[in-house]
C-alpha cells in the first residue's frame, strides 16, 4: 500500500484520510522528483517524431488544434 503525503512544519502529513492500525510499522521513502522527471522524459522520448505534417505552432496553441479554444 503507497500512501502519499508531504511535511509540513516538520511533521509529515497524509494527503489523503486512511485509517491504519495502531502501532503499525511504516516506512517513509523521499521522493526524489528529479529522478522521476528524468524517467517520465525517457519514456516520452519513444513518442518523439511520430507524428508528422502538424502546424509549426502545434506546441504554442494546443488547446486551439485540439480543443478549439481561441488562441492567446
Known amino acids: 500500500m503507497v500512501i502519499k ?3 509540513q512544519n516538520g511533521v509529515v502529513v497524509l494527503d489523503e484520510r486512511t485509517s491504519l492500525p495502531e502501532g503499525s510499522e511504516v516506512r517513509i521513502e523521499l521522493v526524489d522528483v528529479e529522478e522521476q522527471l528524468a524517467s517520465l522524459r525517457e519514456g516520452l522520448r519513444r ?3 511520430i507524428l508528422k505534417d502538424l502546424p509549426e505552432d502545434m506546441a ?3 488547446d486551439y488544434y485540439a480543443h478549439g479554444k481561441p488562441r492567446e
Open 5 to 7: 503525503g508531504h511535511v
Open 47 to 49: 513518442f518523439s517524431g
Open 60 to 62: 504554442e496553441h494546443h
